[in-house]
C-alpha cells in the first residue's frame, strides 16, 4: 500500500508545482486563468491533425489528401484489395467542377477487350523525348508515371534509395530535385537531373554554374534528361528552402553549403534573365551532354510562356519537355502563402500553357509532364485529356513508401523516416519492402490509367482527349473539357504519325502479353 501513497503524494506534489507554475508565468494566459487544466487545450493542439485524420473528417473530406486516397495509395503500394465498395461516397450531385470520364460503348483501334487485360503490359511515352531538335541521346521514356523531383534533404537517403530502386523495377525515370544527385539516387534507376537556380552538383566554388561538372556528373549516372528548374509548386518564385536541422553532414557535402544552417537558394537563375538567354543556356546544355532538356514551373504571369511558344515557332532553339507544377503545393516546405495562394491549380495551369503551344503547332514537338496531386488516378485521367504525356508523382510517391500525412516535412521529425535526415525515424524505414511498394504503386496507378482507356475505347492514355471527360455542376449541367479550359477542338490530341507508332506499340505488347485487342476502327 505504500507504495500507491508514494505515488499518489507525487501525483499532488507534480500537480501543486505546475499549478504554481502556472499562476507565475506570463507567456499563457489561459495557464494563468486555468491552471494544470489549461494544458489538455494544448494537448488536444497538438494531436489536433491525427484527430481530424482519423476520427473527425469523411473519408473524401480531409487534405491535401483525403482519406480514400490515401487508402487507395496504401492498398495499392501493398498490392491489398484497393477497390471500394457500396458506391462513391464523393458529394457528386452538389460538387462543382467534379469530373465525370465518358467511356465508349464500341472500342477504338487496339484497345484492349478482355477482362483484366494488359495489367502487366508498361506504358512508354507516346513521344521520343528530344527526337524534334535532333539530341544525340533522344530516348522514349519507357513509363507514363515517374517519380517527381524530391530533393536528398527533404526526403531521406533512405526515401531516395528506395523510390531509387522501385523506379528501377518499374523502368521509371526518377527526378533527382535541386539537391543535386546523391549516392542514394545510384541503385539503378534512370535519372532527370534537375538543375536548380543554386547549381547543386554543377557549381564551383563560388556556387556559379559550371558546365564542365555538369558534363562529369551526367557521364557518371544514368542521367537521361536534364531540367531546368524555374519555380516549382510548393514556394513558386521563392527558391528552395531546406531548414538547417536536415542539412547534415552529407547533405552539406553533396550540397557544398555550411553543415545545419539554413539552405535557401535564390529565387531566380543567375545564368539567364529572360527567354532568349534561357534557350541560350538550353542549348549550350543540351549541346555538351547530347541530352534532352527541359523545363520546370509553376504557372503565374503569363507572358514568358507567350514568349517562349514565339522564340520556338522561328526554330531553331527549343526546350524537349516542359514540366507544370500545380501551385496545390507539393513536397518542399513553404510559408502558407505561397502553399495556399501562389501560382495557378495545375489544371488551369497547364492548359493556360498547353493552349499556346497548341496554338503555335508545337506540341508534337514537346514531351509535356505534369504534376500536383496526379498520382490519384482521377486527376491523371484529367491531366492526360489536357495534354500531359507523362505524369510525375510526389506525395504519392511518399505515401507508398510509408508516409502517412503529418505535415511534419520542415521540422525534420517525420516519424517514419521519409522526410527528415534524424537516424531516430529513419532507422525504421526498411528500403527492400519499400522499394517494393514503390513499384507497386507505380504498376497499380498505370494498371488503372490502362483500364480506363479500355473504357473510354483507346489503346493509350495518351490518346485520351478533352472530348472524353465531362466537368459536372452538381446535377445541373456539364461542359465539355475542351470548353472549360478554352481548348480549339480541331487541335488534334497527337499527330496522325505519333498515333500510329503509340498504337503499334501497344498493340505488339498486347500480343506479347496474349491480349485480344479489337483492330477494327
Not at 504554481?20 to 489561459?30: E, Y
Not at 535526415?421 to 496507378?445: C, E, F, M
Request: hydrophobic share 40%; glycine share 12%.
Amino acid at each position: 500500500m505504500r507504495w500507491r501513497y508514494a505515488v499518489l503524494g507525487g501525483t499532488v506534489a507534480a500537480a501543486a508545482a505546475t499549478t504554481a507554475h502556472d499562476l507565475v508565468q506570463r507567456k499563457h494566459a489561459i495557464l494563468r486563468n486555468f491552471p494544470v487544466v489549461g494544458h489538455a487545450r494544448f494537448l488536444v493542439e497538438k494531436f489536433g491533425p491525427e484527430l481530424r485524420q482519423y476520427i473527425v473528417t469523411s473519408n473524401d473530406e480531409e487534405r491535401p489528401f483525403s482519406r480514400d486516397q490515401r487508402r487507395w495509395v496504401y492498398a495499392s503500394a501493398k498490392l491489398e484489395n484497393n477497390y471500394f465498395g457500396f458506391g462513391t461516397d464523393n458529394d457528386v450531385e452538389n460538387a462543382a467542377g467534379y469530373p465525370v470520364i465518358k467511356h465508349r460503348t464500341f472500342a477504338g483501334p487496339g484497345a484492349a477487350t478482355m477482362p483484366h487485360a494488359q495489367e502487366e503490359v508498361v506504358l512508354p511515352c507516346a513521344k521520343v523525348m528530344g527526337a524534334a531538335r535532333g539530341r544525340t541521346h533522344a530516348f522514349r521514356p519507357g513509363s507514363v508515371v515517374n517519380v517527381s523531383g524530391m530533393s536528398f534533404g527533404s526526403l531521406s537517403g533512405k526515401a531516395i534509395e528506395a523510390l531509387n530502386k522501385g523506379a528501377a523495377m518499374t523502368g521509371s525515370l526518377q527526378n533527382t530535385g535541386e539537391g543535386a544527385l546523391s549516392p542514394h539516387h545510384r541503385h539503378g534507376g534512370d535519372i532527370i537531373f534537375q538543375i536548380g537556380t543554386a547549381y547543386f552538383g554543377c557549381r564551383d566554388e563560388r556556387g556559379r554554374f559550371d558546365l564542365d561538372r555538369l558534363v562529369d556528373l551526367v557521364h557518371s549516372a544514368p542521367v537521361r534528361a536534364i531540367e531546368i528548374k524555374l519555380s516549382q509548386g510548393a514556394k513558386p518564385g521563392l527558391g528552395g528552402m531546406l531548414p538547417g536541422e536536415k542539412v547534415s553532414r552529407e547533405i552539406a557535402e553533396i550540397r557544398g553549403i555550411p553543415e545545419g544552417k539554413d539552405c535557401a537558394s535564390p529565387s531566380r537563375h543567375a545564368e539567364f534573365h529572360d527567354v532568349d538567354s534561357m534557350l541560350d543556356f538550353v542549348e549550350r546544355v543540351a549541346g555538351a551532354t547530347g541530352l534532352p532538356v527541359g523545363i520546370k514551373s509553376a504557372v503565374g504571369n503569363l507572358t514568358m510562356w507567350d514568349d517562349l511558344t514565339e522564340e520556338m515557332a522561328r526554330g531553331g532553339r527549343g526546350v524537349d519537355f516542359v514540366n507544370i507544377d500545380g501551385g496545390e503545393g507539393g513536397t518542399g516546405a513553404a510559408p502558407m502563402i505561397f502553399a495556399d495562394s501562389v501560382a495557378y491549380p495545375f489544371r488551369i495551369g497547364f492548359a493556360e500553357v498547353y493552349r499556346r503551344f497548341a496554338a503555335a503547332g508545337l506540341t508534337d514537338d514537346v514531351v509535356f509532364l505534369g504534376a500536383g496531386k496526379l498520382g490519384i488516378p482521377e486527376n491523371a485521367i484529367v491531366a492526360f485529356a489536357l495534354g500531359v504525356d507523362m505524369v510525375q508523382v510526389g506525395r504519392e510517391a511518399m505515401m507508398a513508401i510509408g508516409c502517412i500525412q503529418a505535415q511534419k516535412c520542415h521540422t525534420d521529425h517525420c516519424p517514419v523516416g521519409v522526410a527528415t535526415q534524424d537516424p531516430r525515424y529513419t532507422r525504421g524505414l526498411d528500403v527492400s519492402l519499400k522499394s517494393v511498394r514503390a513499384a507497386n504503386y507505380i504498376r497499380s496507378l498505370r494498371r488503372d490509367l490502362l483500364k480506363v482507356s479500355e473504357a473510354i475505347g483507346v489503346v493509350h492514355p495518351g490518346l485520351i482527349g478533352p472530348g472524353d471527360i465531362d466537368i459536372l455542376d452538381g446535377t445541373r449541367s456539364a461542359v465539355g473539357l475542351a470548353g472549360t479550359y478554352g481548348y480549339d477542338p480541331t487541335w488534334p490530341r497527337l499527330g496522325p504519325r505519333l498515333v500510329e507508332e503509340i498504337q503499334s506499340l501497344m498493340v505488339a505488347q498486347a500480343a506479347t502479353h496474349g491480349t485480344a485487342v479489337d483492330e477494327h476502327p
